[in-house]
């Protein structure tokens, strides 16, 4: 994570209206280091920045969101991920998470409340030195499961 400033975040969703959702709600709470991608190819494209965080989607249109995350995660080893979808089916859920993602937020009412409070632990406990993301505690989604 970068010292001293605010992380940088790469945002990756394909759906115009939920990317602005999200940029407005980082930028409501002072996270305006962020970058945002339609695609998952225009995302890869940019990992040479070395983001700290991404949110993305799990159905992008031009890339399965397993395969975007492990070429995200074989890329850079230190970074934490977030995934977004609106299915509910869990064996996503789990490949994510056994995957690497950091958490796992399904698209609903309270996703922008979620993604806060994921955000600001991953910088907290970073700014304490506690792990980081290749050494992690349950978090969110992985606590309810119990991976």
Known sequence: MREGKYP???????NPL???????????????????????????DQLHLHPDIVIMDY?????????LLNTIKNR???????????????GIALKALQGGAYDYVHKDELSFKL???IIAKI???????????????????????RI
Request: charged share 25%; with cysteine; hydrophobic share 40%.
């Open 8 to 14: 940088l975040i790469f945002i990756i969703e394909d």
């Open 18 to 44: 939920f990317l602005t959702m999200i940029e407005e709600h980082l930028s409501l709470n002072n996270l305006n280091n962020f970058k945002s991608f339609q695609t998952g190819d225009e995302c890869i």
């Open 59 to 67: 159905e992008l249109g031009d890339t399965d969101g397993i395969q």
């Open 76 to 90: 850079i080893d230190n970074i934490y991920v977030i995934m977004l979808t609106t299915s509910e089916d869990i």
């Open 115 to 117: 993604l806060k409070y």
């Open 123 to 145: 910088i907290a406990d970073n700014k304490s030195g506690i792990f980081n993301a290749s050494n992690i505690e349950m978090t969110g989604f992985k606590r309810l499961l």
